[in-house]
């Protein structure tokens, strides 16, 4: 899933400043990006003066050469090393038709050479840049200082953040998500809107639970389809003490949803679990969704369709597996505190160690023997992001909260996926989700991305969203 991102950049320069800074603010900003990893698609010195965008004609050239790389380009860096003509830099953005994050940055002065031949005035064009983007319509986002240089360690921050950003807003464009099987009879909370997903960009295919038992159930045990599945079960996850039969019963339930998901284009998914595939097909799917979870192709139970679109939202950010987690208990007397808990398709990620075993909750009702193939054991240690979509009909919108907190490691005795999370004035986040009426479900990620989610949600896809605790707020 990884890729290369690649910027197209937009070096503004003003005729009346010193020439020099806008070739040099050139070279430095593509030498930054290329030493980050990113490519970069920028106006060379041949097509305008120091590869600037400083003229109409520039805004036109530099239109033209972004529109030939328009499918490759994820976000757009208007780098300013001295005062930049604003108009030509939203003219250029304008003309390109494109719809992608733009970060604004200016380089700063001097304070020692702030005579005629150095003076950037960065300082102040990049207020002008940014009330001309507004005036256009153009969302964009800046840089933390509001001046700094492209080869600081705090540019570099700047650029991760933003890369996250264009990693979500792009990931959700022309997203399809596969929701295989109904809604489970008992869990109102995971009801959504289809029409207004599709109205976002982001499509629902579905699949009736009764083609995939039928497409198993042409498959043969030695298909080579379900073998590899087998082969990857194994070595994804400790399998001592489950039955070869149900192994293999994972194997082409893995096997059908890998084929039916590349057939439908869909790049993740939702998946009725409770309990229409324990009772009739005998086995859990946790194992074959944590495998996908793992490789960055999010997959939630019980056909929460927003609730895997918040997986794939933290794991596009930050580039790691998302875990759907129940917000399930209180942690003995700390307000601040909870036990969050699956039973468990947590991708292997998120565990201190992990091995496959049955699903005690169900097991009551249909048996032990038709419930193996959950991922259980502790959740790990460590920083955490938590974000939660939901649709809103009545008001016709797509709300959300994010935030950030850890997994601690304190002591607890319980079954499952399970581990105790730490987030400043919980109780308060806790009230928020009763009063507005959110679902139980939370996606949890092993990672601080709140802030680029937040961005990506707010600026670019035009979302509701509360950030919980916002550190700039």
């Known amino acids: 899933m990884k890729k290369q991102l690649t910027f197209a950049v937009i070096v503004g320069s003003r005729g009346f400043f010193p020439h020099h800074?806008?070739?040099?603010?050139?070279?430095?900003?593509?030498?930054?990006?290329?030493?980050?990893?990113?490519?970069?698609i920028v106006l060379t010195p041949e097509q305008t003066q120091h590869g600037a965008v400083q003229t109409p004609d520039d805004?036109?050239?530099?239109?033209?050469?972004?529109?030939?790389?328009?499918?490759?380009?994820?976000?757009?860096?208007?780098?300013?090393p001295n005062f930049g003509e604003e108009r030509a830099i939203v003219d250029a953005i304008r003309l390109s038709t494109l719809k992608v994050p733009v970060l604004v940055q200016a380089t700063p002065d001097r304070a020692d050479i702030m005579k005629i031949a150095n003076r950037r005035d960065s300082f102040c064009g990049k207020m002008s840049a940014c009330n001309n983007l507004m005036?256009?319509?153009?969302?964009?986002?800046?840089?933390?200082?509001?001046?700094?240089?492209?080869?600081?360690?705090?540019?570099?921050?700047?650029l991760a953040w933003f890369a996250a950003v264009c990693r979500v807003v792009n990931g959700f464009k022309n997203l399809r998500i596969g929701a295989i099987g109904a809604r489970p009879a008992a869990f109102?909370?995971?009801?959504?809107?289809?029409?207004?997903?599709?109205?976002?960009?982001?499509?629902?295919?579905?699949l009736d639970l009764s083609e995939v038992m039928g497409r198993i159930a042409r498959m043969k045990d030695t298909d080579d389809t379900a073998q590899s599945k087998l082969a990857a079960i194994k070595s994804y996850v400790s399998t001592s003490g489950i039955p070869e039969a149900a192994l293999m019963k994972m194997a082409k339930l893995g096997a059908v949803i890998d084929g039916w998901m590349k057939e439908t284009y869909c790049t993740i998914s939702a998946i009725q679990c409770w309990t229409s595939l324990e009772e009739y097909f005998g086995v859990v799917p946790c194992t074959v969704m944590s495998m996908m979870s793992e490789n960055l192709f999010s997959s939630a139970c019980e056909t929460d369709v927003v609730g895997v679109l918040s997986m794939y939202g933290l794991a596009l950010a930050s580039e790691t597996p998302s875990a759907l987690l129940?917000?399930?208990?209180?942690?003995?007397?700390?307000?601040?505190?909870?036990?969050c808990f699956h039973c468990s398709n947590?991708?292997?990620?998120?565990?201190?160690d992990v091995k496959m075993d049955y699903?005690?909750?169900?097991?009551?009702?249909?048996g032990k023997e038709n419930t193996f193939g959950t991922c259980v054991g502790r959740v790990k240690?460590?920083?955490?992001?938590?974000?939660?979509?939901?649709?809103?009909?009545?008001?016709?919108?797509?709300?959300?909260?994010?935030?950030?907190?850890?997994?601690?490691?304190?002591p607890l005795e319980t079954f499952g996926g399970a581990g105790v999370v730490h987030i400043p004035k919980m109780q308060k986040l806790l009230r928020f989700i009763c009063e507005r009426g959110f679902e139980h479900h939370v996606a949890a990620n092993f990672s601080t991305v709140a802030s680029p989610v937040y961005e990506a949600s707010t600026r670019y896809l035009g979302w509701d969203m509360h950030y919980h605790e916002n550190p700039n707020a």
């Open 359 to 366: 699903q005690e909750i169900i097991a009551g009702t249909v």
């Open 346 to 352: 947590l991708p292997k990620h998120f565990f201190a």
């Open 135 to 158: 005036q256009y319509g153009i969302p964009y986002s800046l840089t933390a200082l509001h001046t700094v240089s492209p080869s600081s360690d705090a540019f570099k921050k700047d």
């Open 381 to 410: 240690a460590g920083a955490m992001s938590y974000l939660r979509f939901s649709t809103d009909d009545f008001n016709g919108k797509i709300r959300s909260y994010v935030g950030e907190g850890e997994f601690t490691s304190d």
């Open 59 to 80: 805004a036109r050239h530099c239109a033209e050469l972004f529109k030939q790389h328009r499918e490759e380009i994820d976000g757009i860096i208007v780098t300013l």
């Open 326 to 339: 129940d917000w399930n208990n209180n942690y003995g007397d700390d307000p601040d505190k909870a036990v």
């Open 188 to 206: 109102n909370t995971v009801r959504y809107s289809e029409k207004l997903l599709e109205l976002n960009g982001i499509s629902v295919e579905t």
């Open 21 to 40: 800074l806008a070739k040099e603010g050139r070279e430095e900003m593509t030498k930054v990006l290329d030493a980050a990893g990113y490519k970069s």
